[in-house]
């Protein structure tokens, strides 16, 4: 597509219910990121991915969050048994090439854990 | 442990006036430079960058200094327009080990930049 495509862009949950984030990646980008942004916070890193490679997790911040690339392009952040402190923008972003620094970002997913 | 600090979370300033946005950052390993500007509900958008090479970089009504003793940057949008009202982010990064991932870019909290008529 055009542009990283993210969705939903508003979610309301109920605390303790899981959720799933998509992010539809620019076509031919081979890297994949996801990261969040809480009220008053800069842009917190949560996972990697670039081709086939393991993805890098060291910024989930509990083993309630996973994500997974299908095909290498279409990505799917899961938060499970939501808590009030995962409210957040979830902002996805893809770049052409392992490492670039310049990132191409979707609009967001806002999740709000009632 | 804040690597990347933009200590003014929001900045007034009057159209046609230059607006500086700072950023101070504390890992001397960082050698590459970006900021981003982000609308509401937009996703941030690459704005201008510049290498630890340089100590300035211009791109039309945007220029970022960067003084690499006092591990500090700025952005200066001369003159500020009403589109420019934004919240700004500064990023961080070393090449060395910009291989994706924690290890790439560092985003601060972000600049509420306010023009005002």
């Known amino acids: 597509g055009a542009g990283v495509s993210q969705s939903p862009s508003n979610k309301v949950t109920e605390k303790g219910k899981d959720v799933e984030l998509r992010c539809d990646p620019i076509s031919g980008h081979t890297a994949l990121y996801w990261y969040r942004q809480s009220l008053g916070q800069g842009l917190e890193f949560l996972i990697y991915?670039?081709?086939?490679?393991?993805?890098?997790k060291s910024g989930l911040p509990s083993d309630r969050f996973s994500a997974e690339r299908t095909g290498g392009s279409v990505s799917t952040l899961t938060i499970q048994r939501t808590q009030q402190e995962d409210s957040a923008v979830y902002l996805c972003a893809s770049s052409l090439i392992r490492g670039a620094n310049v990132l191409t970002f979707g609009a967001g997913s806002r999740l709000t854990v009632l | 442990d804040q690597q990347v600090k933009q200590n003014s979370p929001s900045l007034s300033v009057q159209e046609g006036r230059i607006s500086i946005l700072n950023c101070d950052y504390t890992?001397?390993?960082?050698?590459?430079f970006l900021w981003y500007k982000k609308y509401p509900a937009e996703g941030p958008t690459f704005l201008i960058s510049?290498?630890?090479?340089?100590d300035k970089n211009e791109d039309g009504r945007f220029t970022v200094f960067l003084n690499k003793s006092a591990k500090h940057l700025s952005l200066h949008i001369v003159p500020s327009q009403p589109g420019d009202s934004a919240v700004y982010f500064c990023a961080a990064s070393a090449t060395m080990y910009s291989g994706g991932g924690a290890d790439g870019l560092t985003f601060g909290k972000g600049t509420h930049l306010i023009i005002q008529p």
């Open positions: 510049i290498s630890s090479i340089k």
């Open positions: 991915f670039q081709g086939n490679s393991a993805p890098d």
């Open positions: 890992n001397s390993m960082f050698d590459y």
